[in-house]
């Protein structure tokens, strides 16, 4: 059983990336998928996520209109595309499910996959 987030990267403002968060050994769609993140010196914070029914997706208040995110039952993968990064977008970032509805807090999730590094700079 594994998650794996990957697409992290170094990017300049304005610029774009796509995260994936692809499971193996069980079905992703039957968990709530979430992104998070934290910057040095800074509390991880729910950025997005996506329900298991429905496919009811949340954000962030700071990210809305520039992140998406989205399912793909057939790759077993969660991408979350970031489009018009800022500075303050540069963390890294984290995916992990739940069961039931999406929540904001961190400890609802059972299992998290390893961050990857989304670096916004000139």
């Known amino acids: 059983v594994q998650l794996q987030a990957s697409g992290g990267g170094l990017v300049q403002p304005g610029g774009s990336l796509r995260l994936s968060c692809v499971a193996s050994?069980?079905?992703?769609?039957?968990?709530?998928v979430g992104w998070f993140r934290q910057a040095p010196g800074k509390e991880r914070e729910a950025v997005s996520c996506?329900?298991?029914?429905?496919?009811?997706?949340t954000y962030l208040d700071s990210v809305k209109g520039r992140l998406t995110l989205s399912r793909n039952s057939d790759e077993n993968t969660v991408y979350l595309q970031m489009n018009s990064l800022k500075p303050e977008d540069a963390a890294s970032y984290y995916c992990?499910?739940?069961?039931?509805?999406?929540?904001?807090?961190?400890?609802?999730?059972?299992?998290w996959g390893r961050g990857t590094l989304v670096t916004v700079s000139s």
């Open positions: 996506i329900s298991s029914v429905a496919g009811f997706t």
């Open positions: 050994g069980f079905n992703l769609d039957d968990y709530a």
């Open positions: 992990a499910i739940m069961s039931g509805s999406c929540s904001r807090w961190s400890d609802r999730y059972t299992f």
